[in-house]
């Protein structure tokens, strides 16, 4: 490889041709790792909760996702709202998606009478289709 501050002949520099590509690719990678986790990030919903186990589940698309967290506090797809301004928010959600479901996702904390609340202010806003979001679990050992 040649170096571009040798002397060659009579006091010139020597140019050097090449290019060092090695600090471009260093660049894309990092750039190709921050993408990957960002667009890991903007997947989950706007709480971390355990879901309940169930044998066996059905994927459905996600339209608008109510979580509710261990400490009852209530997201409507990532964005926090009181529980006495959830219908209000999942009724302007509704009004321009009527056929969308909507899924409850709790945590395995999360007490039946939350749910029960949640549940029926969707309803009152106007939710056709209702469902309750779990994660498969291990399947249960014959005995």
């Given at each position: ?15 050097m ?19 990957m ?13 355990m ?8 994927a459905t698309?996600r ?10 506090e209530?997201y409507?797809n990532?964005?926090?709202?009181p529980?006495?301004?959830?219908e209000?928010a999942?009724?302007?959600?509704l009004?321009t998606?009527?056929d ?10 999360v ?10 202010a969707a309803?009152?806003a ?18």
């Open positions: 490889m040649a170096v571009g501050n040798r002397f060659a002949g009579r006091g010139r520099f020597r140019i041709a090449d290019i060092n590509i090695t600090p471009l690719t260093d660049i894309f990678l990092v750039l190709l790792i921050i993408f986790v960002t667009s890991v990030a903007m997947v989950d919903s706007g709480a971390k909760v879901l309940p186990e169930v044998d066996e589940t059905q698309p339209e608008i996702t109510v979580t509710v967290t261990q400490m009852h209530i409507v990532a964005d926090p709202v529980l006495e301004d959830l209000a999942l009724r302007a959600l009004a998606r009527p969308t479901s909507v899924v409850l996702q709790g945590d395995r904390e007490i039946l009478g939350d749910a029960v609340r949640i549940l029926s309803q009152r106007g939710a056709t289709q209702v469902a309750i979001a779990a994660e498969r679990g291990r399947p249960a050992a014959a005995e």
